[in-house]
């Protein structure tokens, strides 16, 4: 099964009070539960177990569940050659060009006809429904992918009221002061990761990989106006990540000596395996989030 330690998060807020009764959760999601692609389906998605034996890993009013998507994957390059040679069969055949409306219409039956024989592609995200801190925690690379994934949770659930998290303060002033001053707060040091961009949108950007970001090159582009909008981040050496402008959450990393933790639990017990990894994962990150938040001046009040 998948690891429950989550590389890139995209985290919501609760806007209202909200709660869930864990048989009544399992039954929702057994309602859309995941069923792979018919022939000519180009991509379908449900809930898929979290565990062999379960939908829902569950633990002191957390929820982790498993969003499955499968789609089919047709390179442009493919499509285009069947249309083509759809194309010229007619073209020779009638003797005549085929116009546009007539190319469409060869275009969706090649799609018709290649789909079946497509390779496809199985994607797996977590959600982590945190009713202690009143948060969902959405595992995915980009605010796109994550509502995609909400979408289904809402209809699965008739509701669910949430709203991005947000800081009271913009995280790119932040993040720009704390490098300009080599000033981070406690538990936290820069990663050797960081997007520069100016505040002019034709003012250029600039993306740092595997460098010391506290150095001369830096300050000049901060000097220049630059604002940090990514930044890498360590705290406490027990979690390294990226931190963005609109407060998602990539390259997530633990340390060896955190995933290690939970060795003596057999590998053939994949259910006990995969609750433990999770209490551990949302304990550690629990406080890591803590920690930043209050670093960054707290929760934006709505």
Known sequence: MKSPFLK??????????????????????????FSACGAHDMATSGWTNVTPETMVAEHEGSFLICYCNESKILPAHVVNEEVANRVSKVEATQ????????????????????????F?????????????????????????????????????LGSLPVVPLMMENPIELTLTDWLKTNQTPTGFTFGTDAVLKAILEDGGALRVSKQELVSEEISTHLDA?????????RWQDRISFR????MTIKAIHFADELRDQNDDIEREDIHSRLVADFILFKAEFTDMLRALTT???GECER
């Open 120 to 156: 496809t592609k199985f994607t797996h995200n977590y959600v982590w429904i945190d009713l202690n801190h009143q948060r969902v925690i959405v595992e995915a690379g980009s605010a796109r992918a994550a509502e995609n994934i909400l979408a289904l949770l809402r209809k699965t």
């Open 225 to 233: 106006g630059k604002l940090v909008t990514t930044a890498g981040l």
């Open 243 to 246: 931190l963005n402008d609109d």
């Open 95 to 118: 003797g005549r060009k085929v116009r546009r409306a007539e190319r469409l219409s060869l275009k969706d039956e090649a799609l018709q006809a290649l789909v079946p024989r497509a």
């Open 8 to 33: 890139n998060v995209c985290i919501y807020t609760l806007s209202r009070e909200f709660s869930l009764s864990r048989e009544a959760f399992h039954e929702q999601l057994s309602h859309f539960a």
């Open 295 to 297: 670093a960054l001046g």
